[in-house]
């Protein structure tokens, strides 16, 4: 990104990743429904709120989940907010439904739902079964990208993702493959500076359209 910045600031770019665990990685205080408590907790220690860990240079520090969002796009804190009796406590999954049912989501009332569905098994294609799936489906929970997607995206990087297992589409192997294929042209040599001279005529050879195909 620096480089284009740089040498290519007027053009749209896109950066395409093989869709590898490693990548696809969300943030650790990114809104995720996983572990959430259907009650606020009743202890106000970091553990036992509902924290997010995340390992520093001074070891393991627990931070907030960050902000949900309603329909409108205003921000919903999933923490009671200062003055408030249960101040900087985990609002719980319930409570976060009856807010966005306040906010006119169309949602089933969570007092009469289950924390989540046995074995975390739902029924296939419901979203209105448990209160973990009712919030796992919310665009809010269902849109939260990746770490390397919000990294990009802050500076103006579009990012796309291979389909998992794919990664021989990505364009880079064709550039490899090519790019191998004149250097088995050269004569051999073991000199190190041939073997450079020759490494980077070969990836200079690869044709833009190519790489493009
Ligand atoms: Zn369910």
């Known amino acids: 990104m620096d480089i284009l910045d740089e040498t290519r600031p ?22 995720s429904a996983r572990h959430m408590v ?5 202890s106000k220690s970091k553990k036992k709120n509902f924290m997010c860990s995340i390992e520093t240079e001074n070891g393991v ?16 804190s999933l923490y009671f907010p200062e003055g408030h009796q249960q101040a ?14 306040a906010k006119g989501a169309n ?5 009469q739902l289950k924390a989540e569905c046995k074995g975390f098994k739902c029924p296939p294609g419901r979203t209105d079964c448990c209160c973990r799936r009712i919030l796992f489906t919310q665009p809010d929970f269902a849109n939260q990208k990746s770490m390397l997607e919000e990294h990009c995206e802050a500076r103006g990087y579009e990012v796309i993702f291979f389909p998992k297992f794919h990664c021989e589409v990505n364009s880079i192997e064709q550039c ?7 250097y088995r042209m050269f004569p051999s040599s073991s000199k190190e500076e041939d073997l450079a001279r020759n490494m980077n ?7 833009i359209k190519s790489m493009r195909k």
């Open 10 to 31: 007027h053009e749209r770019h896109a950066f395409a990743y093989d869709n590898a665990k490693t990548h696809t990685a969300r943030a650790p205080n990114a809104l």
């Open 38 to 42: 259907v009650k606020p907790p009743t």
């Open 61 to 76: 520090e627990y931070v907030r989940m960050r902000d949900g969002r309603f329909a409108d796009g205003s921000s919903q």
């Open 88 to 101: 900087g406590i985990f609002k719980g999954m319930r409570n976060l439904i009856h807010e966005r049912i």
């Open 107 to 111: 949602l089933p009332n969570p007092d």
């Open 176 to 182: 490899w493959g090519f790019s191998k294929r004149i």
């Open 201 to 207: 005529a070969a990836l200079d050879a690869v044709p």
